[in-house]
């Protein structure tokens, strides 16, 4: 697609269910990227998939937290048994950056999930 | 790890009038970004400079690699240039994640 889409715009849910979000990378971008924003603070990084592979999960606040990635494109953020403090934007973003042989490229970002756990 | 300070945290600033922008970092960067977050919370790059000055319009971005800082200009601030604005850079390793700053708060006053 033109950008990186994600989906759903908005979720609630109740304490303890889980929740998958979903980010559409832009066509072509190897380097996927999950952040997570909470209100009025800045973007924490998640997790970083290279094609399918996600080398660098440092960010994952829990278990409970975990993220794939198919066909390298589409990828799935799972949250297990939510809890209040998991309520953020989530936001997802791609580039082109490819191999260990890394060259330098620009990262587009979705418009995030607002998750709110009740 | 890396750490990037941005400065000031907040800014009003009155229509027409001038700013600047301050992203500091602590290590040696491939990557550096400029973005805006508007109030519908959009991330917008405005500059991909990991050295050097670009200009886009009424903004402008000079990164000074090898003193770890970057600056971004806003000239004839406009109320749709309120938002917040992030600075993230990319460490000059094997790791591919941006590291953003807790940004700079900007509201333009009609």
């Known amino acids: 697609g033109a950008g990186v889409s994600q989906s759903p715009s908005n979720k609630v849910t109740e304490k303890g269910k889980d929740v998958e979000l979903r980010c559409d990378p832009i066509s072509g971008h190897t380097a996927l990227y999950w952040y997570r924003q909470s209100l009025g603070q800045g973007l924490e990084f998640l997790i970083y998939f290279q094609g399918n592979s996600a080398p660098d999960k440092s960010g994952l606040p829990s278990d409970r937290f975990s993220a794939e990635r198919t066909g390298g494109s589409v990828s799935t953020l799972t949250i297990q048994r939510t809890q209040q403090e998991d309520s953020a934007v989530y936001l997802c973003?791609?580039?082109?950056?490819?191999?260990?042989?890394?060259?330098?490229?620009?990262?587009?970002f979705g418009q995030g999930t607002r998750l709110t756990v009740v | 790890g890396i750490q990037v300070e941005q400065s000031p945290p907040d800014l009003i600033l009155q229509e027409g009038a001038n700013s600047t922008l301050r992203c500091n970092f602590s290590d040696s960067v491939n990557n550096l970004q400029w973005f805006h977050q508007n109030p519908w919370g959009q991330l917008i790059n405005l500059f991909y400079?990991?050295?050097g000055t670009k200009q886009n319009g009424r903004l402008s971005a000079t990164t000074v690699a090898t003193e770890r800082y970057s600056l971004l200009y806003i000239s004839s601030s406009q109320t749709t240039d309120s938002g917040v604005y992030f600075c993230?850079?990319?460490?000059?390793?094997?790791?591919?994640?941006?590291?953003f700053g807790s940004g700079t708060r900007l509201l333009v006053r009609p």
């Open positions: 993230a850079v990319e460490r000059m390793d094997s790791s591919y994640k941006l590291i």
């Open positions: 400079i990991p050295s």
């Open positions: 973003a791609s580039s082109l950056a490819q191999g260990i042989y890394k060259f330098d490229t620009e990262a587009f």
